[in-house]
């Protein structure tokens, strides 16, 4: 039962760095809206979380605006597990509003900020960087049998500026 607590240790800090690194890529692709990971500064419970954490966990969440798109990222991940549990050195994805909390209403759901496109990840001991590029196919794929190939540019400078307006909120207090 004691076996794994020596490397344990090794292992989160290992998972908290890779889903760092993997919410910062996620934040600037076109296709996500939002990332929900405490170690963001765009994160509305950042300051908070600094406050109250040494470590920013290995759970993370992103929306993409589109059930369609969030899906086929979810299917088409090859180096990610399909599964609603946590903890593992595995990474595993999820859509918790088909699986884990599909019981709920989807009027509850939504109240409580769970939209049905949200995708969620729990990061493993994985080379990150096969990780992202695994998700950044997935996206690739999503966005083609979705939307067709077309040009990012506009769409993802309007969500930098969002970002931005965000952070200055943050800064500025308000």
Not at 4 to 25: D, F, N, P, V, Y
């Amino acid at each position: 039962c004691l076996r794994g607590i020596k490397t344990m240790s090794l292992r989160m800090e290992k998972q908290a760095e890779s889903a760092l690194k993997m919410a910062r890529w996620l934040e600037a692709h076109p296709l996500v809206k939002r990332v929900n990971f405490p170690g963001l500064p765009s994160n509305v419970g950042y300051e908070l979380h600094r406050t109250q954490a040494s470590g920013t966990g290995s759970i993370l969440s992103f929306a993409t605006g589109d059930v369609n798109i969030s899906k086929i990222v979810v299917e088409e991940a090859k180096l990610f597990k399909i599964t609603v549990s946590f903890g593992n050195v595995t990474s595993l994805i999820s859509l918790p509003c088909f699986m884990s909390h599909a019981s709920i209403p989807a009027e509850v759901r939504a109240a409580r900020g769970l939209p049905d496109d949200l995708v969620r990840i729990s990061v493993g001991i994985e080379d990150v960087d096969d990780l992202i590029a695994d998700l950044d196919a997935a996206l690739q794929k999503a966005a083609a049998a979705t939307q067709g190939p077309r040009d990012l540019t506009e769409e993802k400078e309007q969500s930098l500026l969002a970002r931005i307006k965000t952070l200055e909120a943050q800064l500025n207090g308000k």
